[in-house]
């Protein structure tokens, strides 16, 4: 296993060390997606690959009297977002579980937002796993996304040949996976060197929601 495979899950030393440099390599990009995300300072959110959990701590930074939960495969990464966010555990505005995309360990139309940060490229079942996201998605809710690559550019396919697993979509890859999965409405944003794609869903079927998928400046 190269080093680069802890991008997709992280183990062992290496894992954590891996982890331990994607919370501070991740951290302007985040910041840039974020400010396109407007949240209600109650709101309930939960962040899929919450990796180290920098995001995590984030967010309750945006919900001051909301909740937020996280989940991960990697036990490395649960077991990081656990230490980085111990006192908000504590305080019972947290929880980091170890959990897959595939099945989310919650009921229907629990969170106000649900985000996914340098995650989706190796989610399983795009499709299925959108359609999960949308399940546990209130009335109204937000899915946000937020990607350094989007195959734009060639350098983005050097990361799909070193990283077994990994898959880089593009916009219009993704916006058909979430109309598949229930989510409408597209809204771009575009910074000097990345894109930002919004997408804010109108009424279809029961529910309604929005989804922001960010593209900023950079390299996986």
Known sequence: MSFFENTRKPVGLGGKIMVAMMNLGHSAMAEWGLSFLQTAPDAMVLDCGCGGGANIKT????????????????????????KVNARAIAAGRCTVQQASVTELPFEAEQFDVVTAFETVYFWPELAQNFREVYRVLKLGGIFFICNEANGETTKDDKWTQIIDGMTIYTDTALKEYLEQAGFCQIQSHKNKKGLAVRYSAEMRGEK???????HP???V
């Open 208 to 214: 309604s929601h929005e989804h922001f998928c960010i």
């Open 59 to 82: 967010l309750l930074k945006l919900c001051p009297n909301g909740k937020v939960q996280g989940i991960d495969y990697s036990a490395v990464s649960v077991e990081k977002a656990r």
């Open 217 to 219: 400046a950079g390299s």
